[in-house]
């Protein structure tokens, strides 16, 4: 019986640390995520193109994959985004995963960029993530009211009610070359 009261405990005490939604999981196709025109007007933008990916996946089966060309020896950024409204009310983070491959160069970064409000406006993270060849790095940002993990803007609930656009940006700062696939998955918001 002591045993069953420390597991009933244990179950519940997890589960009320952390739940999930997933927003985006890939398995079903693109699901509404594009490269948007403009990014490809930039010069320093080396987006190429999106698809679905079938042979690497943080979970499922399915992945998204953005194809890039970073120069090297100057800024560039690689660029996706979904035009889509979100009320992450009573929502503590929003995360995703992000891949790249085993024989690709240390040095990319990624960070998530937000456009919110009636206004319009455009919120990067004040801080960005490396990312790892080989593995898997999950990427979080908190959205709780007074977050300090976005730039320039006050986060409250006005903030997390009204999202507009979510963008995913890796960049390049001055190196490495890299020409090849970023994999993206599962990107969801968890309540703590």
Not at 104 to 131: C, H, N, Y
Request: glycine residues 6%.
């Amino acid at each position: 019986m002591l045993v069953a009261m420390v597991l009933f405990f244990t179950a519940l005490t997890c589960r009320a640390f952390s739940e999930e939604e997933i927003l985006f999981d890939f398995e079903n196709g693109l699901q509404g995520w594009e490269i948007p025109d403009w990014a490809f007007e930039k010069p320093d933008h080396v987006q190429k193109s999106v698809a679905i990916a079938t042979d690497v996946a943080s979970t499922g089966k399915q992945s998204m994959v953005m194809m890039a060309e970073f120069p090297g020896g100057r800024w560039a950024g690689a660029l996706i985004e979904i035009m889509q409204y979100f009320d992450w009310s009573g929502f503590s983070q929003i995360a995703y995963d992000i891949y790249i491959p085993a024989d690709a160069p240390q040095g990319l970064q990624t960070k998530l960029i937000l456009t919110v409000g009636d206004a319009w406006k455009w919120v990067e993270m004040s801080r960005a993530f490396p990312l790892e060849p080989g593995k898997w790095v999950t990427v979080t940002a908190d959205i709780k009211p007074g977050s300090i993990d976005w730039r320039r803007i006050q986060v409250d609930e006005t903030f997390r009610q009204d999202v507009r656009k979510m963008d995913i940006r890796v960049f390049s700062n001055n190196k490495p070359a890299y020409k090849g696939a970023i994999y993206i998955d599962n990107v969801r918001i968890i309540k703590e």
